[in-house]
């Protein structure tokens, strides 16, 4: 799980943002924001297939970090080179307009959060299937605010799982052009 920083002007996101990768990517990009010579920030981003591990504090990390890229003073340039499943598809679209680009090859996925429920308690379930609630919430926010989407549309096309290849991004309005 490593963020790689590059030449001073780039991460590259390959990794879910749990606990580990997050504590190695928000500095990487506190950094770049401050001390970076550029004015602008580049994401190149190649996740993994699905996981369904550690979502909650996944989502939460991914939101901290759509805080820090709407605060920061540069530009965000996104460029999806290879897979970008949930969280990382989501940050693809974090990118300024006009500044999120794909590979030809690269697909993308978003899915709706979904927990096991084995061996819990009633109590547990509720809050389990709370938070399930609010994560998929939240996602269809995201998606609607990078996408040319309506709030309704997104919800729905993540309680089906998106698949996406890069032109069926560019019209769902997740990226801007293809490279």
Known sequence: HESILMQQTSIFVSSYMNEQYSNILFPNLIYLNFFSKNNYISFFLSGKDKNEEDQIIRFNNLLTFHDLTRQSK?????????????????????????????????????????????????????KIKSEITRINFLKGILLKLQSSQNINKTIFDIENDLLLNSFDAINYGIIDKII
């Open 74 to 126: 540069k530009k965000i340039k996104t460029y999806t080179i290879g897979l970008a499943y949930d969280e990382i598809m989501l940050v693809g679209g974090f990118g300024d307009k006009d500044q999120r680009f794909s590979l030809l090859t690269s697909h993308f996925g978003l899915s709706k959060a979904n927990f096991s429920f084995t061996n819990i308690q009633t109590t547990d379930f509720i």
